[in-house]
């Protein structure tokens, strides 16, 4: 059980909440299309992943597991203490929605990658250049 405990602490411990390879991805992305933004704003609800403040849009790249995704990796739920991670994915949903409500109102328009998607580079690649060129708008 300690074993446990302690490989366990270690895992979560290595989880990282910025500069993950998903966000590196995207970032080099958008890079690529030409883009500058900046990380991590910590004036803007959410703290976005990417700001391009003077076109007031933003992005966010969601790992699928930790803000509740409906795909396979993100519809799975730990076995061990079951009602803690349902309530806290629960809870990071309703916070990630209200982050959105919140940079809307403000008149910020906001695009979110899931990690998942990133399979699919091409696809990402378009949805990002349509999202910052105001294609989708």
Known sequence: MIEDATVRRRT????????????????????????RYRLHRK??????????IGRRKVVFVHGCFWHGHDCARGARTPKKNRVYWVEKIARNK????????????????????????????????????????????
């Open 12 to 35: 979560m411990q290595a989880v990282r909440s910025k500069d993950t390879e998903p966000e590196r991805i995207v970032r080099r992305l958008a890079y690529q299309l030409g883009y």
């Open 94 to 137: 309703a916070r990630d929605q209200a982050h959105l409500t919140t940079l809307a109102a403000r008149g910020w328009r906001s695009l979110v990658i899931w990690e998942c998607e990133l399979k699919q580079l091409d696809r990402v690649c378009e949805q990002l250049a349509a999202f910052l060129e105001g294609r989708n708008d």
């Open 43 to 52: 004036d803007l609800p959410g703290k976005p992943d990417l700001a391009f």
